[in-house]
């Protein structure tokens, strides 16, 4: 076993150790939850159902200690708050879904009276779960849940980056016996994760393109199916006749909320000529109002980078833009104070796609903002792109923002909002175009489909054709 060390956001200090999963060990888990799994799905919809609401109660009994891992894993409190106040919001909402999801009825064959059919979901043995430190708790449970209600056990492992949460999470999971080797979480970094994907029936990945791209092919010469969800670069473009003051707050909010650390944080802006200045100005207004978060319960806004490489990566994304011409007109680089990284909300105008700022994911609260004359330039622009996990139109009205909004090559645009695929969880479905992921769609009762297999079974109520007849292809009769 490796012991890992373990970086606290606020302070810089590596105050945490935690023993890395060898890849015997992962097996082992694996192996176990294999077995678990049996009883899991023979057990049917409603003995998962009770005990993962049982789990939900426990959860939030357990909800205190959670939280302030979580708050130590990353900086901010708050947000821990929704995490944990979401995947118990999933685990309801979920669990209410799977009976009408995974109800099989017996049908007949319009073309073969004599047939009675019905396909059964059979669920993966183990998916591997991998997710990354933006969001520990929810990005750790948000595939994992559906998953479970299929009636698949889970091997999670989260990111190293961010792992205290997960000792208090099994003191919940260790209430509810029937969970016992159906959710398991293994920790480590990279090798522990190349192990958890090696073992797996299936997996689920959230993270960044390069390791997704690992996953897939370690996937496929594992002969299993992947489940993407990726990174981003999603473009917010704000058409003539826009109203200007809206469109300024719902850009910051989806680009400063988690200091800009979400896959669909807008990061990149494309504004008509006839209200860029007056776009960039309400931006830097806007922004300008906003503080840092030093200590609990001072009303600041924004907290510092979970993960202290971003900085360096942020920097970098500046340094570039800026000796190719762009212009900082509000915050800037990271600052460290106190051990901990800081970037502060930064506006950036003169802008183009030669500098990484507007084509690489940037994981920090950094607006751009280009003009553009016609909307042909726009469409252009915001396609120019590896990425399509979502964006946002803003238009003079619905049906303008709307149309323009299916020239969009990415699975979830908002129009005169951002972030507003957040709402239908249950309800839409959504999938991430080229480079942001693959797989279906992670939104939508229907998710919990992604870890079945269909079993076809099929009854002939009537005759078995005669062997005489062996040479006709149309043995069964046609109903008439
Ligand atoms: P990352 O890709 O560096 O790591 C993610 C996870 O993969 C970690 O648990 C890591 O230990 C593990 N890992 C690394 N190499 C591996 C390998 N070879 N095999 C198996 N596992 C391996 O991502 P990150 O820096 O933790 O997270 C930030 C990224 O996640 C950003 O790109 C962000 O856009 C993306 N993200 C996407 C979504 C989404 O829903 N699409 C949501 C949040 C974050």
Request: aromatic share 8%; glycine share 8%; hydrophobic share 45%.
């Amino acid at each position: 076993m490796t012991s890992m060390a373990v970086r606290n956001p606020r302070t810089g200090e590596q105050d945490y150790r935690f023993e890395a999963a060898s890849a015997e060990q992962v097996r082992e888990v694996v192996g176990a939850a294999r077995r678990a799994q049996r009883t899991w799905a023979a057990g049917g919809i409603e003995h998962r159902n009770r005990a993962l609401l049982a789990w939900a109660d426990q959860l939030e009994k357990h909800g205190a200690d959670i939280v302030d891992a979580l708050s130590v894993d990353t900086g901010r409190q708050r947000i821990s708050h929704e995490e944990l106040g979401a995947i118990v919001h999933f685990l309801h909402g979920f669990c209410a879904a799977a009976p009408d999801v995974l109800a099989t009825p017996f049908r007949k064959l319009p073309d073969h009276p004599d047939v009675v059919f019905k396909v059964t979901y059979v669920p993966y043995g183990v998916v591997g779960v991998i997710s990354p430190w933006n969001f520990p708790l929810v990005l750790s449970f948000i595939d994992a849940i559906p998953a479970l209600v299929a009636g698949a056990a889970v091997v999670i492992k989260p990111s190293e980056v961010t792992p205290r949460f997960v000792e208090p999470l099994r003191r919940s999971l260790a209430a509810v016996p029937e969970l016992a080797g159906i959710v398991n979480l293994v920790q480590g970094g990279a090798e522990t994760g190349q192990a958890v994907v090696a073992a797996s029936d299936a997996v689920v990945f959230t993270g960044s393109v390069p390791t997704g791209r690992k996953i897939a092919v370690a996937a496929a010469q594992a002969f299993i199916p992947a489940f993407l969800e990726l990174g981003g670069k999603d473009a917010a473009v704000v058409l003539a006749g826009s109203d200007v003051a809206r469109a300024a707050t719902s850009i910051l909010r989806s680009a400063l909320y988690n200091s800009g650390q979400v896959c669909y944080a807008i990061e990149r802006v494309y504004a008509h000529a006839s209200l860029y200045d007056a776009l960039v100005a309400e931006l830097v207004s806007q922004a300008s109002t906003l503080r840092r978060s030093v200590a609990a319960g001072d009303g600041g806004h924004y907290g510092p980078m979970i993960f202290d490489r971003q900085g360096a990566i942020i920097d970098a994304q500046l340094d570039d833009a800026v000796a190719k011409g762009a212009k900082i007109v509000l915050g800037g680089n990271s600052e460290v104070r106190d051990g901990a990284v800081w970037v502060d909300p930064t506006i950036v105008t003169e802008v183009d796609h030669s500098m990484t700022l507007m084509t690489e994911e940037t994981f920090g609260p950094v607006v751009p903002v280009m003009r553009f004359t016609d909307d042909d330039e726009a469409e252009r622009l915001m396609n120019d792109s590896i990425f399509g996990l979502s964006g946002a139109v803003f238009g003079p009205d619905t049906h303008t923002a709307g149309d323009f909004a299916t020239r969009m090559e990415a699975g979830g645009v908002s129009i005169n909002d951002t972030e507003l695929p957040r709402v239908m969880m249950f309800d839409g479905e959504k999938t991430a175009f080229k480079q942001s992921g693959m797989g279906g769609s992670r939104y939508g009762a229907t998710s919990i489909m992604r870890y079945v297999r269909k079993r076809a079974l099929l009854a002939n109520e009537g005759a078995v054709p005669p062997l005489d007849k062996l040479s006709e292809t149309a043995e069964y009769a046609p109903a008439h």
